[in-house]
């Protein structure tokens, strides 16, 4: 007997399809996997559910594998919806989706480039769209959009402007589309009365409409649509408000008014709440003329209907729409949600009233306004927290987003409201948002993971999500083959792996791996995606372990690869960034030497040190700094041009950033510690930068710089160029007055080997010594400078001490002076104290 795989939704025995086991190139079903699953065994059910799982890419995939997989996905049932938000929709793809789409009723796309495609679909009977980035939307694509589909009963363009549509791409849909129940569109700019009067002729059956921040709406026409229920109008301009409380309070179907974000005045809102027949709910939020009229305390109380306001209670306000053991409820939506007996009218105006809601909250947390601190900490986080949990994907998806954006609270330096992330917190949003992320829909999962982002960027937040799972679901998204979901997902492991608590949980969780094989995945045109990654495997490498788990995984080669082809600059720095932090290890594992080794790597880090942006600058510097620690990089990193292109950042840095500053003297720092390239510094003029760098009232940067001075002050002619330059001052500044012991001891290092005798008498010294008529004593000036060194020397003990250690140079002695000033930091210094004390009291004690 041959199983028979039956549709979910299956109504006639016409929608059953038949297949037969003994079919040689049935394949899938008849034979068992590797995994040990015998397909034969499973319901047909089961197997039609676990396609509809698949985005429309993999089950097209899918079903060219075999015969049973192709019967299968080609299933009317399965493409019933289409989301293709994430996805390039285009006249190629839609022609190849065509034969499966005949059944196809329901479809979500990104209308910038697009719109055109999806006549191609030949979805005869599709019944819904929605798209949004509309600015691209013209009139004639709609037409010919409404032309094809004539079964269309939801149009829903939005939440940007419709800047390309006007009235004649109405009529059109007026004119088609006669079945057409919902019309939502925003940011139109006209809206005629022959508009207006032809939806009201053809399309009896509209009830809802939304012409939300157009431009003009003639609001006589308007009243025109007598089979409207729900009306919105939010956020347009011009509107004649006399005349439209005179006309659309007599509309007889309208139960639900959105005005909201309008200059509606209170005599307006009065004249609707008495006059309208049936009115129950009127929004009014963010109406700044109504709200400076009315006082919260004499709240306007209409028989029949309720004013929603930010002034009022959302919540009882609301719940005054049901029975009166609602009263007392926390979150009346998850009230209703929960309710067996529902009244069918009033379940129209709930699903309407979150629809709104889902709007409205979205636009206020994108303006983010200062005024409305107070409403999202007292009622609007509870809000968008129960439209999480709303049966509708659309506006679970919105309040998501309006989560993700309403913490933010300064976009460009990543910062977070931290009241109103630990509200979501309190109010069990990360589970909500968690229970999100693993939805099978995507663009759930996408807006569920950017708010989960978003609310990690807060450290109590963060460890609210590590703790709830929350840090191995993004790891999992960040494999999605969707590429906003996997994007969205790395941006919350960067944020995640900020701090040291997590990174150990993410490497754990896999997202390493996932991390590395975004790179591998994504074209480098995916600049939003890539800066993420490398952003999170910036951060992870800073710790140890996971930077041999990030070198192990291919990060090396795949952060090198960005680094040498992409050009997008905030991927160009975090993967500076990221190879830094990996080559900051070099005691401790291979990873300095493992990039010095992959081809293009230091020549990239070496012209991304040229790059415009400053901060591609100083992560590059950065870069070239650490590997310079590694004896072959060090070389080869002056093959590759880094001193020329490190002394031309240093030159340029007077101005720059202290990153900056301290990253390009360090840089040099690090190469001068060979003698071919401190010579090479100091003759293409990398000495008086250094200086300027050394003058700096920064510690980090005045202490790299002293650095890389004392290194090129070992060869007599940077010596030379120091004196004349003018470093003796500042560095007897540095040896005097600085708060870093380190800096004071580099600073009087580099004093001691300019005066220790290879330089003597008179030199000329300015910008340009070659024909100075300045000139300089040097044994006068190199007294005062090693005065200055004794002085640093002796305050760290007994001067009686010192000079008996100088007098005799016993080696018991000596190792106690040495001991009592040592710095920890400067083990790695190539010249250690025992040399420096015994070079310094040898030229104290027999030359002074």
Same mark, same amino acid.
């Given at each position: ?27 899938? /079903? ?618 031309? /950042? ?199």
């Amino acid at each position: 007997m041959s199983p028979r795989v039956k549709r979910k939704c299956s109504h006639s025995k016409e929608e059953e399809t038949n297949i037969s086991s003994e079919t040689p190139d049935s394949g899938c /079903l008849n034979q068992a996997t590797d995994y040990g699953v015998d397909w034969t065994t499973l319901p047909d059910d089961t197997v039609i559910q676990l396609f509809s799982y698949l985005n429309y890419r993999d089950r097209a995939s899918l079903t060219s594998t075999c015969r049973t997989f192709r019967l299968i996905g080609s299933l009317p049932c399965l493409w019933g919806t289409l989301d293709l938000r994430s996805h390039k929709f285009d006249t190629a793809a839609a022609v190849s989706l065509s034969s499966r789409c005949k059944s196809l009723q329901r479809l979500q796309f990104h209308a910038a480039g697009s719109a055109d495609a999806l006549v191609s679909l030949q979805a005869r009977e599709l019944r819904e769209i929605s798209g949004d980035f509309c600015r691209d939307i013209t009139d004639a694509a709609l037409s010919v959009i409404a032309a094809r589909h004539e079964m269309l009963e939801s149009v829903h363009l939005g939440p940007d402007a419709c800047e390309k549509i006007s009235s004649d791409a109405i009529r059109a849909l007026a004119y088609c589309c006669p079945n057409l129940r919902r019309l939502w569109m925003s940011g139109v700019r006209e809206v005629s009365g022959d508009a207006l009067n032809a939806l009201a002729k053809h399309c009896r059956q509209l009830l809802d409409v939304g012409f939300v921040e157009s431009e003009n709406i003639d609001e006589v026409a308007l009243g025109n649509l007598t089979s409207v229920k729900f009306l919105s109008v939010a956020g347009t301009r011009n509107l004649k408000w006399a005349s439209a409380a005179q006309v659309w309070s007599r509309l007889p179907h309208l139960v639900g008014l959105d005005i909201s974000r309008t200059d509606v005045n209170l005599s307006v809102v009065t004249r609707f709440l008495s006059s309208s027949r049936n009115l129950k709910v009127l929004f009014a939020l963010n109406c700044p003329v109504f709200e400076a009229e009315v006082d919260s305390n004499t709240m306007l109380k209409q028989k029949g209907g309720i004013l929603l306001t930010f002034l009022s209670d959302i919540f009882k306000g609301v719940a005054s729409l049901l029975a009166d053991n609602s009263k007392n409820v926390n979150d009346v939506f998850q009230y209703w949600r929960k309710l067996k007996n529902k009244d069918k009218s009033l379940d129209e105006i709930f699903v309407w009233v979150e629809w709104v809601f889902s709007h409205l909250l979205l636009r206020i947390a994108e303006n983010n306004l200062k005024e409305f601190d107070g409403f999202w900490l007292t009622q609007g986080a509870a809000v968008l927290l129960s439209l999480l949990q709303s049966s509708q994907e659309e506006v679970q998806e919105r309040a998501a987003t309006a989560v993700a954006t309403f913490v933010v609270i300064d976009d460009e330096n990543a910062t977070v409201d931290s009241q109103r992330a630990e509200a979501i917190m309190r109010g069990d949003g990360i589970r909500l948002l968690l229970n999100l992320a693993r939805s099978s829909q995507e663009g759930l999962q996408s807006e569920a993971a950017k708010a989960i982002a978003n609310l990690s960027i807060d450290s109590k937040v963060a460890k609210a999500v590590a703790e709830s799972g929350g840090i191995t679901i993004l790891a999992n998204l960040a494999k999605s083959m969707n590429r906003l979901v996997a994007e969205e997902a790395a941006g919350g492991l960067w944020n995640l792996s900020v701090g040291d608590e997590h990174k150990g949980a993410i490497a754990e969780a896999g997202g390493i791996k996932a991390l590395v094989d975004l790179i591998f995945k994504w074209p480098t045109s995916t600049d939003g995606l890539l800066e993420r990654a490398t952003g999170a495997l910036a951060n992870l490498g800073a710790d140890e372990k996971c930077s041999m788990e990030v070198a192990m995984a291919g990060g090396v080669h795949a952060l090198v690869m960005l680094a040498r082809t992409c050009k997008f600059e905030g991927v160009q720095e975090q993967a500076a960034r990221a190879l830094a932090n990996l080559a900051a290890h070099g005691d401790s594992n291979s990873n300095n030497a493992a990039i010095g080794q992959e081809a293009g790597a230091l020549e990239a880090l070496v012209q991304l040190t040229y790059s415009q942006n400053e901060g591609v600058r100083q992560e590059a510097a950065g870069a070239l700094w650490n590997l310079s620690f590694d004896d072959k990089n060090r070389e080869a990193i002056a093959a590759a041009g880094g001193v020329e292109a490190l002394v031309a /950042l240093a030159q340029s840095s007077s101005n720059a950033s202290q990153g900056l500053q301290e990253r390009a003297a360090g840089a040099l720092w690090g190469l001068s510690v060979s003698e071919t390239n401190s010579i090479a510094i100091g003759r293409q003029g990398g000495i008086s930068p250094l200086i300027e760098l050394a003058r700096s009232d920064i510690e980090d940067v005045h202490e790299t710089a002293a650095g890389a001075l004392w290194n090129l002050a070992f060869y007599r002619d940077n010596a030379l160029r120091i004196i004349q330059d003018g470093g003796v001052q500042p560095l007897v500044h540095l040896c005097s007055t600085s708060m870093s012991k380190m800096a004071r001891f580099m600073a009087a290092l580099a004093l001691v080997y300019m005066y220790d005798g290879r330089i003597d008498g008179a030199v000329p010294v300015g910008p340009s010594s070659q024909g100075s008529s300045k000139t300089l004593n040097v044994d006068g000036v190199g007294r005062m400078a090693l005065k200055h060194v004794e002085e640093f020397v002796i305050s760290f003990f007994d001067p009686q001490t010192f000079y008996t250690a100088a007098a005799s140079l016993a080696p018991t002695a000596f190792a106690q002076i040495s001991e009592a000033i040592r710095i920890p930091e400067a083990g790695h210094l190539r010249c250690r104290f025992f040399f420096f004390f015994f070079f310094f009291l040898f030229i104290f004690i027999f030359k002074m």
